[in-house]
Nanobody
Framework: QVQLVESGGVLVQPGGSLRLSCVAS????????MNWSRQAPGSQRGMVAG???????NYADSVKGRFTISRDSAKNTVYLQMNSLKPEDTAVYYC??????????????WGKGTLVTVSS
């Protein structure tokens, strides 16, 4: 089992910056990919950014150039640095972890989310 706890979501002004954190615990050794997703009220949850155990990263087009995902293996933590925030970025942000590989032992875990509100 893997447990994920997000933190850092607050009210921030448009153009501002914010860093979200996700701390993983449990069977950490099985995690190979960690992602950030988000869901606005009444909207479908969508991927924002991901990072692999080899530090390969991917970003949604809507956040590319503004958001940066990183990890600190010693702290079992993944971060999402968000810059130049827009009102459209307002959402509950979720951390999720994938274990193993698509060929073997692939399991997905989710945190409970942290709310980011971008407003003047």
């Amino acid at each position: 089992q893997v447990q994920l706890v997000e933190s850092g979501g607050v009210l921030v002004q448009p153009g501002g910056s914010l860093r979200l954190s996700c701390v993983a615990s449990g069977s950490i050794f099985r995690i190979t990919v960690m992602n950030w997703s988000r869901q606005a009220p009444g909207s479908q949850r969508g991927m924002v950014a991901g990072i692999t155990s080899r530090d390969l990263t991917n970003y949604a087009d809507s956040v590319k150039g503004r958001f940066t995902i990183s990890r600190d293996s010693a702290k079992n933590t993944v971060y999402l640095q968000m810059n130049s925030l827009k009102p459209e970025d307002t959402a509950v942000y979720y951390c999720n972890a994938l274990t193993g590989s698509p060929q073997s032992d692939r399991v997905e875990y989710w945190g409970k989310g942290t709310l980011v509100t971008v407003s003047s």
